[in-house]
């Protein structure tokens, strides 16, 4: 499905193209791998999950589509951005 679509059927979806992933961390989370991403100049993670691990993302230019969410942990709220897509630039 193409971005335009994406974006079109769910309204809080953002897009973004040409972030810089300064750090990307990838755990074991069940039978799963939870891929933590931090982009330039942002301070929320942006987080993904896949059935395997994927290659490295730090230092690299890529476009997302995300949107934002709310975890709480210990009663304390942490902004965080689940990714939909995410593509090398």
């Known amino acids: ?6 974006l ?4 809080s979806l ?3 193209e040409n972030l810089k ?4 961390v990838q755990r074991q989370d069940g ?4 891929h933590t991403v931090m ?4 301070d929320a ?12 993302l730090q230092g690299a230019r890529v476009n997302m589509t995300y949107y934002r969410t709310v975890e709480t942990v210990a ?4 902004e965080q951005m689940k990714v939909v897509r995410i593509k090398r630039a």
């Open 45 to 56: 993670p942006f987080v993904f999950k896949r059935t395997k691990p994927y290659q490295s």
């Open 8 to 11: 079109k059927r769910h309204q």
């Open 14 to 16: 953002t897009h973004s």
């Open 21 to 24: 992933v300064v750090s990307h």
């Open 1 to 6: 499905m193409s971005v335009e679509k994406l």
């Open 39 to 42: 982009i330039e100049d942002v």
């Open 31 to 34: 039978d799963w791998v939870r």
């Open 75 to 78: 009663g304390m709220e942490f």
